[in-house]
């Protein structure tokens, strides 16, 4: 069992979600234990909208940049849906994450039936054997599939096809009520890993309800440049230097964080 395997066994990984290597390198330095990358915010770092669009090889070297810049802690990749819809090409791109660096991925199945996603867990695990964790993401809650009420009951469900197929996690982003969160957490063996969002429990309420993982998602990156939207728009109206300075790390501190 690999460290980033074993940290999914008990309490709770609140893994924070970089968007390129500085700032997985500043979450480094504030104790996570692993990173994770938000596809949302390194194709936006990058120039590329969300949602499979961005290159492979441009995916590949991000996880290389992230990998170097945290210094041997585990790297979890947001792998979107796989950058193709052929299982045999999900596999070779998961190989090429796997040898710049990555310890696991989050694959996603969009909503739709999970005899496609199984099909691609399945390809990958051929590939890379079981060192890496691939946590299953169930988007019936992102999608809005089906009626509210059924949702869980077709979690456990995809759960049961995911692990099956070789899973060694469940992502259910979107999912927040308490009693659902128990159901879902009884019902699987697979650990299972929310995303950050309004109305979700405390940590403390999460590990009490069985989570393993809960993830920031895009929402560090999305504050980050909301941020840096505000800066500029002053900046540009007025020119003034001074609310740039407030709150920033200083070209010395990030400097050092650099390998």
Known sequence: MTAFHQLHRSGLLILPNAWDAGSAAVMRSLGAKAIATTSAGCAWSLGWPDGDALPIERAVQMCADVARAVQGLPVSVDFEGGYSENPGDVAAN???????????????????????????????????????????????????????????????????????????????????????????TAGTPLPVNLLAAPGL?????????????????????????????????AFLADGASEPMLEGGLGWGEMNALMP
């Open 94 to 184: 998961a190989v090429a994450l796997v040898e710049a660096g990555a310890a696991g991925i989050n694959i996603e199945d969009g909503g739709g039936e999970p005899g496609a996603l199984a099909a691609k867990i399945e390809a990958i695990r051929s590939k890379v054997g079981g060192d890496l964790f691939i946590n299953a993401r169930c988007d019936i809650w992102l999608r809005g599939v089906g009626a509210p009420e059924a949702r869980v009951d077709e979690a456990l469900r995809r759960a049961a096809i995911y692990a099956g197929s070789g899973a060694d996690g469940f992502f259910a982003p979107g999912l927040t009520a308490p009693e659902d969160i128990a159901r879902l």
């Open 201 to 233: 429990p405390g940590a403390a309420e999460l590990e009490r309800l069985g989570v393993r993982r809960l993830s920031a998602g895009s929402g560090l990156a999305s504050a980050a440049y909301g941020r840096a939207g505000e800066l500029a728009k």
